[in-house]
């Protein structure tokens, strides 16, 4: 990952509310909202997250008295206490793909297990068809990264998937009688998975 103090503009050693000043400025600017339907959101999703990685990088270090100034880590092409930049995005395209063999692989020999690997195993596991565990993980993921608006945006949408799953289940007594017809099953999780790949 870059300087985190370059990511944000604030000069190093800024003050907490410098730093809280320029992360909401960033995240005004690039919110997914503002770039829905445009051939930039990609681009505006990366620096968004970058922006969020550098925010936590911040309060983190500020937290437990380390200052980035009288370090000599290097940033370059690594994200904060994860894997590569480029590690996650080839495992976002596996998603998007619908490869989730080569996603799983990738994840599994992924080094770390920050708050975008919790995310992107969330999603694998909703592609599977693994509601209880999706949400385990992408939860995991918006505690470790409280500020990351996409995996809170997922996780909602996640919920109100597995809601509307959960009342048909129980409405038509899938609890105590599995000979219904199971077709409404695979329908409703065809119907979230197209829910969800609009975030990418």
Not at 16 to 27: D, Q
Not at 52 to 78: C, F, H, I, P, W
Not at 111 to 134: I, T
Request: proline share 3%; hydrophobic share 30%; with cysteine.
């Amino acid at each position: 990952m870059n300087n985190p103090y370059e990511v944000l503009g604030v000069k190093q050693g800024a003050s907490e509310a410098e730093i809280k000043a320029a992360y909401k400025e960033l995240v005004k600017k690039y919110h997914p909202d503002k770039y829905q339907n445009n051939p930039l959101a990609d681009l505006a999703e990366e620096k968004l997250q970058e922006v969020n990685e550098a925010y936590d990088a911040l309060m983190k270090n500020r937290s437990s008295q380390s200052v980035y100034g009288g370090s000599t880590q290097s940033y370059s092409g690594q994200r904060y206490g994860g894997g590569s930049t480029g590690d996650y995005n080839a495992i976002r395209q596996a998603l998007d793909r619908n490869d989730l063999t080569g996603a799983e692989q990738m994840l599994v020999s992924a080094p770390n297990r920050d708050a975008e690997w919790f995310f992107l195993s969330g999603v694998l596991s909703y592609k599977k068809g693994w509601l209880d565990d999706a949400m385990s993980n992408i939860r995991q993921a918006i505690d470790m990264n409280p500020n990351n608006v996409e995996y809170q945006r997922v996780y909602q949408q996640m919920m109100a998937a597995g809601s509307i799953y959960r009342g048909r289940s129980n409405a038509q007594g899938y609890d105590q009688n599995r000979n219904n017809d199971c077709c409404s099953d695979c329908c409703t999780l065809y119907l979230c998975s197209s829910c969800i790949s609009p975030c990418w």
